[in-house]
């Protein structure tokens, strides 16, 4: 069981993880979803009878990102409404294109971008 959810957990990894950017493969909300069903179904193999309320794998799986709030992992989350993308040292406005600041003809230009 341990070596399912060590499978699905390091796929989910490398589907996330930053070298994606450099093979220039594109993260879609449904195949993170996917992903994050496989961890979830492997949890339930692992421990039928269920985690305990209070472990934050349940916490993290069951989507109560506010109960993760006080632990170590609390502080690693951005909330989705005080959340602010900069590049360029200037922060882009809600509803901005990327195209709007960059130009939409420059198909090679490389950006770095920080989510804050």
Known sequence: ??????????????????NQVQNQ?????????????????A??????????????????????????KGTYLGGSLIEAKNASLWTCNKEFRRGQLVSDRLGSCNEKTKVVAKLT
């Not at 069981?1 to 930053?18: G, S, T």
């Not at 195949?31 to 179904?41: D, L």
């Not at 949890?43 to 993760?68: C, F, I, N, Q, R």
């Open 25 to 41: 493969v594109a993260l879609t909300l449904p195949e993170i979803t996917g992903k994050i069903n496989n961890v979830r179904g």
């Open 43 to 68: 949890v339930t193999m692992a421990y039928p009878m269920g985690l305990p309320e209070w472990d934050l794998a349940h916490l993290a799986l069951d989507g109560s990102v506010d109960k993760l």
């Open 1 to 18: 069981m341990a070596e399912i959810l060590n499978r699905e957990v390091r796929a989910l990894k490398e589907y996330i993880h930053k």
